[in-house]
């Protein structure tokens, strides 16, 4: 069936230092692949996504490429704030439904 | 702007009470999904629904049952609340058959079972 694995937490770094976050999957077919970010307190919120082979997605910094060959969808930022600090959580989705990773906790310091 | 919305953000019940979670959505969407979050587990599926009055259970049903009279609300229903139920449940909705289109959550209830 299908899965979604990413790296385990807590991840901290340094402001302004590189992020990345691991994401891979097993699906059949060719799914759509999701991050979504959790700030403390809140509900989930889209962050990017892509819907097919080597397409990639960008919001704020961030982004993911799907690839097919390694089914990966690693999540990357070039320059993290203490503001990014939150829960990163991975997904597909299949017919109906979504299938989330377990997220991944990142700390931010000044 | 689109909007999930929950009845409670905290929700304090004891052992054996019956409880209603309540989630609304305005966006016309056919899906609407309930998961519980707890630490190291991620978001797991309880129920969704793709239609009024249709349901399907998702990966941890047990002691828990929806209902969804209307296409934008979608309750979830602790029959008997258990310490074990103590947890994040967050709601969510979706269009239906676009592949491509991402799931819209609300803002969670925490809910403590004492």
């Known amino acids: 069936g299908n899965s979604v694995t990413q790296m385990e937490g807590p991840v901290t770094l340094s402001e302004e230092a590189f992020l990345t976050i691991n994401c891979t999957y097993t699906a059949t077919g060719y799914p759509s692949l999701f991050w979504y970010v959790q700030y403390p307190g809140e509900g989930l919120q889209l962050l990017l996504k892509a819907t097919k082979a080597d397409d990639k997605g960008s919001n704020k910094g961030f982004e993911a490429t799907y690839r097919k060959e390694t089914t990966s969808f690693h999540l990357e930022k070039g320059s993290v704030q203490v503001s990014d600090s939150a829960v990163y959580f991975c997904?597909?989705?299949?017919?109906?439904?979504?299938?989330f990773g377990t997220g991944t906790r990142l700390k931010v310091l000044a | 702007d689109v909007k999930v919305t929950q009845s409670s953000r905290y929700l304090v019940k004891r052992t054996g009470e019956k409880v209603f979670l309540e989630c609304v959505q305005d966006?016309?969407?056919?899906?609407m999904f309930w998961y519980r979050q707890d630490p190291g587990l991620g978001l797991r599926l309880i129920y969704f629904s793709y239609d009024v009055k249709m349901k399907e259970k998702g990966d941890i049903p047990e002691g828990y049952s929806v209902s969804r009279e209307k296409k934008e609300r979608f309750s979830l229903i602790l029959e008997s609340a258990s310490t074990n139920q103590t947890s994040m449940y967050l709601c969510?909705?979706?269009?239906?058959?676009?592949?491509?289109?991402?799931?819209?959550f609300g803002p969670g209830t925490r809910l403590t079972v004492l």
């Open positions: 966006m016309d969407h056919e899906n």
């Open positions: 997904a597909l989705r299949g017919t109906y439904k979504y299938i």
């Open positions: 969510a909705s979706s269009e239906r058959l676009a592949g491509e289109r991402e799931q819209f």
